[in-house]
Structures are given as C-alpha cells and as structure tokens.
C-alpha cells in the first residue's frame, strides 16, 4: 500500500498578527509581520474564523464549515484556497 | 403598495440548518486573494541580494529561541545569533519550499525562520523580508 503524505494540518496565526477590517465584498487584512494587506474574498474570512477555533486539517475544517454553512463546493476546492492562504503567510501548514 | 412576505412563522418545524447561509468554496483553479505591496524600495534585482541579519545588530549578543523570540545568552534551548547575515534569495526558498537556512543545524534553523517572520518595520532586515513576500 503506497504511503500517502499525511494531510497538513492548518494554524492560524497569534491574534495580534492580522489586523481584518470588513469592506462591504471582501476584508481587508493587514499583516503585522510582513506589511503586506491582502484584499480577500469569500470563503477566505469563513476559513480564518473557523481556525480561529484551533487548528484542523482540510477534511476537519469542511466539517467546522458545514456546521455554520450550507457548503457549495468540494473538498479539493477548499484544499485549494488553504494552499493559497498557506503560500501568503495567513495560515501555518504543518504536520501537526 | 408593497408585497410584505411573511417569513416562515413556524420557527419550531425550520432547523437552524435549513437557513445556513451559503459558502462558496470558490474555483479549484482561480485565486481569491489580492495583495497589495507597500510602498517600499526595493527592487526585483535587490531582493536576491538584500540580507536579513539574525538578530538585529542592535541585540547581536541576545539568543534566539525556538519561537523565535529574543532571550538572554544561554537560555536553555535558545540559540546564539547567525554570525552572518542571510540573503533575501535564500530566506525565501526556505520559506517557499523548505529546507533549512544556508549552515543551519535545524534547531537553529527553526530559531531563526521563526525570528525572521517575526520581524517588525523598523527591525534590521524588515524591509527585505517583505520585499520576498512579495506576490510574483
């Protein structure tokens, strides 16, 4: 049986690092650490407040996510806007 | 003359399910975030060559823990300084892909990518960092 490489895991990062102000269609967000300002849209916001709660892999975030909404979209959908976040430094992948 | 649309009154027959609002999880392929870059100078050709000192030559003698924060010199499990400064160019593989910083065991490599994603405007070796940060 191959070995698959286990699923990263996704952190938010410390509270005080992104400063996020709501502007009508996307959030602002504003990083401390790299003074970038990424302009997102949704489901980015969604994504952030459910690791808010702790960190969770790709599959136990969908589940966070379909307790508050009604998902359109699949799994690989969402594993790539995780990625996307990831590559700008808004959330940690890790191993753990 | 308005229309006044009486919303569902049985409360008790609806789950809360049924008025999730909907997510979309958007495109696999399509991006969904813009970044903007701030208003600094330097340039692409720069950015290869720009260095990041660990730590800052202001706190040279301080070490550096494991989350990347400044302690005093001999702090169980934190780690002295770089002696040299790291090129722009490599903290950004490291970041990108990986691997370890250029003459790095990996604890001190754990201690001072942490400390460099710390960094603050106004910390030597800001300005590069966010210059890789840079979307291509």
Do not use: W
């Amino acid at each position: 049986m191959p070995d698959a490489a286990p699923d990263p895991v996704y952190h938010a990062p410390p509270a005080a690092t992104l400063l996020r102000t709501p502007l009508d269609l996307l959030d602002a967000i504003y990083d401390r650490r790299s003074g970038l300002t990424h302009l997102v849209g949704e489901p980015v916001p969604a994504i952030l407040d459910a690791l808010a709660a702790g960190p969770a892999s790709a599959a136990d975030l969908m589940q966070r996510l379909a307790d508050d909404y009604a998902i359109e979209g699949e799994l690989a959908a969402l594993r790539a806007r995780l990625a996307e976040l990831a590559a700008l430094g808004l959330v940690d992948a890790r191993a753990l | 003359m308005s229309d006044h649309q009486d919303p569902s009154a049985n409360s008790a027959q609806s789950p809360a399910a049924s008025r999730r609002r909907v997510l979309q999880l958007g495109a696999i392929g399509a991006a969904t975030v813009i970044s903007v870059r701030p208003a600094l100078a330097q340039t692409a050709v720069s950015v290869m060559t720009c260095e990041i000192p660990v730590p800052d030559p202001s706190r040279a003698s301080q070490y550096v823990a494991a989350d990347g924060s400044l302690v005093a010199p001999g702090t169980p499990g934190a780690v002295p300084g770089a002696a040299m400064p790291f090129k722009g160019e490599d903290v950004r593989n490291v970041m990108t892909h990986g691997g370890r910083l250029p003459g790095t065991t990996a604890e001190q490599n754990e201690a001072y990518v942490n400390y460099i994603r710390r960094l603050r405007s106004g910390t030597g070796g800001f300005t590069c960092f966010a210059s890789i940060q840079m979307p291509r």
